[in-house]
């Protein structure tokens, strides 16, 4: 029976949970998890300042592991191993959830499994729908990601398509940004765009129609930009017609992934912070029923970064028996699919 300790710290959350690999259900195999928001400490900025949440990491997280072990009725020992996101991210965070794991595995002489991220949300859908089989294709859309991969297994990625600019997140937050709704920007604007017309404002759908799945969201950006500056549009409509216009891209970006996808894909999987948004999973639902596939989404709270999701992606590490030596290196950069070409246009010439 694998039970497994997951610390999240790459971005401004700072989270831990016991993750039970042998429950058979969400509700089972979440054990305990905690997480603190760090929003009220960037807010003042307009986004997330490394140093600020480094430290706020440090503050958090011992006291955090001790309360969730408390939860789960467990004490250190009674873990089978410590997962923690080893990248990719801002660095002093990783860092500060890093050496935490790699000193309790050392203190309770467990064995360390280093996380990537980004796997943490590849993996999360079949942390919450055990009946979701590989290979599936997913849209992994967060702050500072936006891809399309066949997952065909556990570290086996295959990247599809990437952002040659901004990832679908932060087109959301800076849209927020320049609405003046504040930080963190993505349910803020889903929540004005509910009042808005998403046909009021003419936006660009960059890449739209083009024969290769990747995205881009910088025009767009510069597009709300515009409209807000001509002073002539209510901010609910320029929320409502940005929302439209990003996930009219997403729509026809991976309409084109599954038609170059590998044949055999169980499902379209969504992941990352910006799967949160009900809009874009009801885009998706038909989307994936136009090709006879269902859409698998993990319930919105984890779908933005948590820490049960880096557990599970431990369990499936694990139960594989790939763990790690202390001395792991965190990462600041660390892609999914390592053989993924650069991609033309994000600063690379043709
Ligand atoms: O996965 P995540 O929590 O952190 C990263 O790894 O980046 O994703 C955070 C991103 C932010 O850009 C946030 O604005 C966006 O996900 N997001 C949303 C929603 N909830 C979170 N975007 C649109 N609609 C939402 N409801
Ligand atoms: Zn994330």
Not at 132 to 137: G, I, T, V
Not at 272 to 292: P, S
Not at 294 to 319: H, Q, S, Y
Request: charged residues 20%; contains cysteine; hydrophobic residues 50%.
């Amino acid at each position: 029976m694998a039970l497994i300790l997951g610390i999240e710290s790459s971005c401004d959350e700072t989270a831990a949970a016991v993750i039970d690999g042998n429950g058979a259900t969400l509700a089972t195999r979440i054990v305990a998890q905690r997480i603190a928001s760090q929003d009220e400490a960037h807010r003042p900025y307009g986004g997330v300042v490394p140093e600020i949440a480094a430290r706020a990491h440090v503050e958090v997280l011992g006291p955090m592991v001790e309360a969730v072990l408390a939860d789960a009725g467990l004490a250190l020992g009674d873990v089978d191993a410590i997962a923690a996101t080893a990248g990719p991210g801002l660095i002093g965070g990783v860092m500060v959830g890093l050496v935490t794991a790699k000193a309790l595995a050392m203190a309770a002489d467990k064995p360390l499994v280093a996380v990537n991220h980004l796997e943490g949300h590849a993996l999360s859908p079949r942390l919450a729908d055990p009946s979701l089989c590989y290979p599936y294709l997913l849209l992994l859309v967060s702050g500072g990601h936006c891809q399309i991969l066949e997952v065909a297994g556990v570290g086996q990625y295959r990247r599809l398509a990437t952002t040659i600019d901004d990832a679908l997140g932060e087109a959301f937050d800076k849209t927020a940004k320049i609405l003046g709704l504040g930080y963190p920007g993505g349910p803020a604007v889903e929540r004005l765009a509910r009042e808005g017309n998403p046909k009021a404002v003419p936006l660009p759908r960059p890449l739209v129609g083009s024969g290769e799945p990747h995205f881009s969201f910088a025009g767009l950006k510069s597009a709300v930009m515009r409209a807000k500056d001509a002073g002539v549009h209510a901010d609910a409509d320029i929320a409502a017609s940005f929302q439209q216009a990003a996930l009219d891209c997403v729509v026809d970006r991976t309409r084109i992934a599954l038609s170059v996808a590998a044949p055999g894909m169980t499902a379209l999987v969504v992941a990352g912070g910006v799967a949160a948004n009900a809009a874009l999973r009801g885009a998706l639902v038909a989307l994936a029923a136009d090709h006879g596939l269902p859409l698998v989404a993990p319930p919105p709270k984890l779908c933005t970064d948590n820490a049960a999701m880096i557990g599970w992606a431990g369990v499936e590490r694990f139960a594989l028996g790939y763990t790690d030596p202390l001395d792991v290196a965190a990462r600041p950069r660390w892609p999914l699919d390592e053989n993924a070409a650069p991609v033309r246009g994000a600063g690379v010439k043709a």
